[in-house]
């Protein structure tokens, strides 16, 4: 008489089943468990970008540096919303209101620690040094503002806060809070005070590698440049001005 089974694994394992027609109804069971665990959502990606630059005089510039290599049409949004406070998955979400560029990296790799500058950001005529943009304008305030760089699924759904920055420390209406983005000031998010019009990091870019810049890069006092003054402080011939210093980071 035929008979139907079925075997189901809950646990992360599997389940392996032999059967033997060597005699009427011989039936081998093998069970394995594996420490694997599922999962509802990618990885962090970590912090494979960091802000070097800002600029929100003229028409508003900031720029990135690679600290991993950065595949072929990589796809990073990149907004100066702000962040609620809570964790990715759980509610975690930027506010409304403001731009959302979507840089895709182009059809070459990005080396590690190439810096890409994006210009002109709050105009039709905004560029970026490698790839293409989509999305929205950037309009960047010289008082109070943040800027993030994360992976998602779309505009409206990150999937990783990967950078950020900010020109007045972290506020409401800078960063919002980074509570959830897994970013965090002086260390991974560059938090500048004073609400500042421009900046640059002047620190060093030779002796580390990847993610270890990432101090360098968040000690805003010892390695970050910024002016704050009724002129364009992007163009006035006092540095910071622009364009932003492309030399790549290297080991
Ligand atoms: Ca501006
Ligand atoms: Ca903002
Ligand atoms: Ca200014
Ligand atoms: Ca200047």
Do not use: C
């Not at 105009?123 to 109070?144: K, M, Q, W, Y």
């Not at 760089?149 to 759904?157: H, I, V, Y």
């Not at 060093?204 to 009724?230: C, D, F, H, K």
Request: charged share 10%.
């Amino acid at each position: 008489m035929p008979f139907f089974y079925r075997l189901q694994d809950n646990v992360g394992g599997s389940v392996t089943t032999t059967t033997s027609t060597s005699t009427s109804a011989e039936i081998v069971i093998t069970t394995t468990t594996t420490s694997s665990t599922s999962t509802t959502a990618p990885p962090p990606s970590g912090n494979i970008v960091a802000f070097v630059g800002f600029n929100a005089d003229g028409n508003d510039d900031f720029a990135l540096v690679a600290l991993t290599a950065l595949p072929a049409s990589t796809t990073i949004y990149i907004t100066d919303n702000e962040w609620n406070g809570s964790p990715i998955g759980s509610g975690g979400a930027f506010n409304t209101g403001e731009g959302i560029a979507i840089w895709d990296s182009g059809i070459s790799v990005i080396s590690a620690g190439t810096v890409v500058a994006f210009t002109n950001m709050s105009t039709a005529g905004r560029g970026v040094s490698s790839g293409t943009l989509g999305g929205n304008t950037i309009s960047i305030s010289g008082n109070e503002e943040g800027i993030f760089a994360f992976e998602g699924t779309s505009t409206t759904n990150p999937t990783a806060i990967l950078a950020a920055i900010a020109n007045n420390g972290e506020t409401i209406n800078t960063f919002g809070s980074l509570a959830g983005t897994g970013l965090a000031t002086n260390s991974t998010a560059v938090s500048i005070a004073g609400g500042i019009d421009t900046a640059q990091y002047v620190g060093p870019r030779t002796g580390s590698i990847g993610a270890a810049y990432l101090p360098l890069i968040a000690n805003v006092g010892a390695n970050w440049q910024s002016e704050n003054t009724g002129a364009n402080d992007g163009t006035n011939g006092i540095p910071p001005d622009l364009p932003f210093n492309l030399t790549p980071f290297t080991p």
